[in-house]
C-alpha cells in the first residue's frame, strides 16, 4: 500500500470576509513529485504554509507523515519539521551570514553535533546540488539568483528529510538555469527517494518532471492527475495556460 506523507482534509481558510479556500482536499503519496498549480491569488502559497504548520486554516485538517499537524505538541511538531525541508519562493537566506553557515543552520539548531562537522556537512550539502566549494564563503547577495536557489535548496537538504516542500522553485531564473534546476529535484528525488510537492507557474517544469499534477482554482481542487487528465479539464484558466504555451512553441517554430 502506498502512504501518504501529505494529507489535506476539507481545509477551509478565511481572512476576514473572503474565503480563500473552501473545502480543499488532497494527498501526496510517498515517492511522488506532485505539482500545484493555479492562477494568481488562488491560495497555493497559502495551502502550503498551512501544510507545514506555519498558517492555521479556519477548518479542516492537515497531516504529515500520518500526525495532525495542527493538534501536534511543540515536541511533535519540532520532530515533524526535521523530517521535511523547505524552499521559499525567494530562497529566504540569512543576509548576515555566509552561504555554508546558512546552509548549516538547521544542522545547529537540530543536532548536537560540533560545529566543526556541521560546516563540514553543510558543504557536502552544496556538492550536492551542484554548487563549487568556492559558493560556501560567499555571502548571499555575491551569488546569482540560480546559485541562490541552489543554497536554499542546500539548506532545505541539510536534515536529510523525506519530504520536500518547493514555492516556485524556477521564478526569476532564465530558461537555462530553470530547466538545470528541473533536473536537480528530479535528479535528487531518484537519488535520495525524496518526496517531493512544488507550486509553480512553470509548464516547463510539469512537463519534465512532475509525475501528478492538482489544479487549484476558485478555492477547491479542480483536478489531479497527468498532464494529459488535467489538459481534458474544461476550466478558462487551464485553457488559456496551455494555449499560451501552444502559442509560445508555434513562435519558436516559426
Not at 532564465?174 to 510537492?197: E, K
Request: one cysteine or more; hydrophobic letters at 45%; proline letters at 4%.
Amino acid at each position: 500500500m502506498a502512504e501518504a506523507l501529505v494529507e489535506v482534509d476539507k481545509l477551509v481558510t478565511r481572512f476576514g470576509g473572503s474565503t480563500v479556500l473552501k473545502g480543499v482536499s488532497l494527498q501526496v503519496m510517498r515517492g511522488e513529485v506532485v505539482a500545484l498549480i493555479g492562477g494568481s491569488g488562488t491560495g497555493k502559497s497559502v495551502l502550503l504554509k498551512q501544510i507545514i504548520g506555519l498558517l492555521r486554516p479556519t477548518g479542516g485538517r492537515t497531516a504529515l507523515f500520518g500526525t495532525d499537524v495542527w493538534s501536534a505538541s511543540g515536541a511533535e511538531l519540532s520532530t515533524l519539521r526535521q523530517r521535511f525541508g523547505m524552499l521559499f519562493q525567494d530562497g529566504a537566506l540569512f543576509s548576515s551570514i555566509n552561504i555554508e553557515q546558512n546552509v548549516a543552520t538547521p544542522l545547529f539548531e537540530h543536532t548536537n553535533l560540533p560545529k566543526p562537522q556541521c560546516l563540514k556537512l553543510a558543504r557536502l550539502k552544496l556538492a550536492l546540488v551542484g554548487l563549487p566549494a568556492s559558493a560556501a564563503l560567499k555571502m548571499p547577495n555575491e551569488l546569482s539568483g540560480g546559485m541562490r536557489k541552489r543554497a536554499a535548496l542546500a539548506r532545505a537538504l541539510a536534515l536529510d528529510p523525506e519530504l520536500l516542500f518547493l514555492d516556485e522553485p524556477t521564478s526569476g531564473l532564465d530558461p537555462i538555469s530553470a530547466r538545470a534546476f528541473d533536473d536537480l529535484i528530479r535528479t535528487l528525488s531518484h537519488n535520495l527517494g525524496l518526496t517531493v510537492l512544488l507550486i509553480t507557474h512553470d509548464l516547463d517544469t510539469l512537463l519534465s518532471i512532475i509525475d501528478r499534477v492538482i489544479v487549484l482554482a476558485h478555492g477547491e481542487v479542480l483536478g489531479s492527475g497527468s498532464i494529459a487528465e488535467i489538459r481534458q479539464i474544461d476550466d478558462p484558466w487551464l485553457k488559456e495556460y496551455f494555449s499560451a504555451r501552444a502559442s509560445l512553441e508555434e513562435t519558436h517554430h516559426a
